[in-house]
């Protein structure tokens, strides 16, 4: 994968990620895993909570970081990651969410913002690649 679009998460890596995460929910067809989303709550805490601090959604109290979401490339044009990202607002309240897009990743990024996600800003992050950090406050 083209590291501008999204930064290579291997096997390891994502065990690890699971090892710490707090809420994952998986899209299953035919008792196959075919779509997950992965939200953690500790990770980049600090620097959102900064970033986010000069706006108006500074009051909310937790703020949750997409980690990784994903389609398996065969059940990709079905809507999964806006009906992922509808799922995952259900069962939380008085919280963030944010996410970190490449600018090149036009799918994602044009689902986050027909969820309703904002633009915070544009960042280089890991080691060099733009990103925009979208958040959307769930009351
Ligand atoms: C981004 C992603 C989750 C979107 O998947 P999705 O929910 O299936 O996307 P949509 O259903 O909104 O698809 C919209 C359109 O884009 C197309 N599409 C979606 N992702 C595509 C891709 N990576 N390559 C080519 N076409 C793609 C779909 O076929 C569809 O086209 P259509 O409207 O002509 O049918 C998926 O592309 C993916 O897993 N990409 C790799 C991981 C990634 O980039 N995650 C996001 C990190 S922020």
Same mark, same amino acid.
Do not use: W
């Given at each position: 994968?083209?590291?501008?679009?999204?930064?290579?998460?291997?096997?390891?890596?994502?065990? &690890?990620? #699971? =090892?710490?995460?707090?809420?994952?929910?998986?899209?299953?067809?035919?008792? +196959?895993?075919?779509?997950?989303?992965?939200?953690?709550?500790? /990770?980049?805490?600090?620097? /959102?909570?900064?970033?986010?601090?000069?706006? &108006? /959604?500074?009051?909310?109290?937790?703020? *949750?970081?997409?980690? #990784?979401?994903?389609?398996?490339?065969?059940?990709?044009?079905?809507? %999964?990651?806006?009906?992922? %990202? &509808?799922?995952?607002?259900?069962?939380?309240?008085?919280?963030?969410?944010?996410? +970190?897009? =490449?600018?090149?990743?036009?799918?994602?990024? /044009?689902?986050? %913002?027909?969820?309703?996600?904002?633009?915070?800003? &544009?960042?280089?992050? *890991?080691?060099?690649?733009?990103?925009?950090?979208?958040?959307?406050?769930?009351?």
């Amino acid at each position: 994968m083209d590291q501008n679009i999204l930064r290579y998460h291997s096997k390891e890596v994502l065990k &690890e990620a #699971l =090892s710490h995460d707090n809420y994952t929910l998986g899209v299953f067809y035919k008792q +196959k895993l075919i779509a997950f989303i992965m939200l953690q709550y500790y /990770d980049a805490l600090n620097m /959102d909570r900064n970033l986010l601090k000069n706006t &108006e /959604d500074c009051k909310y109290s937790e703020i *949750y970081t997409i980690y #990784l979401i994903l389609v398996k490339k065969e059940y990709r044009g079905h809507g %999964l990651q806006r009906k992922m %990202l &509808e799922l995952i607002e259900n069962n939380k309240q008085n919280i963030i969410i944010n996410a +970190k897009v =490449s600018p090149q990743n036009s799918y994602s990024l /044009d689902n986050f %913002l027909a969820c309703g996600y904002k633009i915070l800003t &544009e960042m280089k992050m *890991y080691g060099g690649f733009n990103r925009l950090i979208v958040y959307k406050p769930i009351n």
